[in-house]
């Protein structure tokens, strides 16, 4: 039976459709990572780091391709995925030639005789579970530090992306990774915990929902596995009475409806103090206008369709509940007539804590505007979440803004910016948005062994 297929969500038409591997297939690939991991952690560090400086090469190279294999299986505007293209790209280059020295081993001041050093080392095969809306960015953020470190890679990747997971493992074997260093997996969930349970395998990474990071969660601890789970996100962006509002809104508007709305870091709660919230919802909505729908294909085109059909139609009932409680649409709110997975920027206001809104994650183009008294409420509606990855606060001043950050309980804030990835900053949150950090040099940290030699 088939279990990953390319669906096209401009259409709903499946072009390409992949089985499911079998037991046999998976026990083959765990052994074929186990013992290549033996000469790959033994490998020098510079021919490591060359196969990493070749990936992010034929990224470059092929990247026209694989933004259109993005936009064909979930959608993402051609433009948005030439730059995940290049950001994948550097990352890799980063592994390859900045973070190197981060393995250099750190000399301890130790009070008692002879030399103490600690080595940061490679701990065996890991498994990867990734999703579908940054295919190309996610799996290099997990798949680079690791390679790097000496780890190889079982990568399970999104149902709805086969062909963006058949072409990463094509570039790494074509980079010159030895057999069995980096393994697509076409599993299933069943065969995933198969995996997780199987001696060879010391770690796994996973982004997705709370629900699968509970399962993995709970399936690494009972075998004494070390996990990073990068789950959901429901960013609060604080805006307040001395922001520069123009510029705000542009940002807000952007970190909600880029992707269609469908990262973990958009700006989903905006939180405005009462002296400006005419002046900023009425900026806001003026950029929010400015994302049209239209063909991803096409260069000039902003915003495509959602991931698929079953998503636009959950973020619809979550909506519509909304509407159903009191809740205020200005912009939007209506799932447009015609094919495909289209749904327009949607600006809602007076969403109460009854609402699916106010707490679920809205995984699409849908603002939810607060009007707040003080900086002080804002802090408290921010907090009310049970997600805690990133957050922003516009201000002008940066004592203030400063104050308000440090208040906020996220793994990320940011200050008169929204949350942007990048190879050297680290990337993580706390709360129910996961446990660990991608990225910079605490993403190397995350599955290596911090190994002491002390010499006497």
Known sequence: ???????????????ARYDAISDAEVDAAVGRADDAYRDWRRTDVSGRTAVLQRVADIYRERKQELAELMTL??????????????????????????????????????????????????????????????????????????????????????RNCPQEALVMEEILLDAGAPE????????????????IADPA?????????????????????????????????SDPLIVLGDADLAKTASAAATGRFANAGQ?????????????????????????????TLGDPADPDTRMGPMSS????????????????????????????????????????????????????ELFGPVAVLHRVDSADEAVEIANDSPFGLGAAVFAGDPVRAQEVAERLETGMVGINTTIKSAPDMPFGGVKSSGVG???????????SNKKLVHRV
């Open 73 to 158: 299986e979930m959608g993402k505007p051609v433009a948005q995925a030439l730059g995940e293209v290049e950001l994948a790209a550097r990352i890799y280059e980063y592994y390859a030639t900045t973070a190197r020295d981060f393995l250099e081993e750190e000399v301890l001041d130790i009070s008692g005789p002879g030399r103490a050093v600690v080595r940061t080392e490679a701990i065996g095969p890991l498994l990867g579970i990734m999703p579908w809306n940054f295919p190309y960015y996610q799996v290099a953020r997990f798949v680079a530090p690791n390679l790097l470190l000496g780890n190889t890679i079982l990568l399970k990747h999104a």
């Open 1 to 15: 039976m088939s279990r990953y297929a390319t669906t096209d969500p401009r259409t709903g038409e499946v072009v």
């Open 201 to 233: 395998i010391r770690g796994v990474s996973l982004t997705g929902s709370e629900r699968a990071g509970e399962a993995v969660g709970r399936q690494a601890g009972e075998h004494l596995k070390k996990c990073v789970l990068e789950l959901g996100g």
């Open 437 to 447: 950090r991608e990225l910079g040099r605490f993403g190397l940290d995350e599955f």
């Open 180 to 195: 069995g260093v980096y393994q697509n997996l076409f599993a299933t969930s069943e065969q995933l915990g198969r995996v």
């Open 263 to 291: 990262a973990c870091t958009s700006s989903k709660r905006i939180l405005v103090e009462d002296p400006v919230w005419d002046e900023f919802l009425a900026a806001f909505l003026d950029k929010a206008r400015q994302w």
């Open 309 to 360: 059909a079953d998503a636009r139609s959950e973020l619809a009932d979550q909506v519509a509940d909304a509407v159903s409680k009191g809740a205020t649409v200005h912009l939007g709110g209506e799932v447009p007539e015609g094919e495909g997975a289209y749904y327009p920027a949607t600006v809602l206001t007076d969403v109460t804590p009854d609402m699916r809104a106010y707490r679920e």
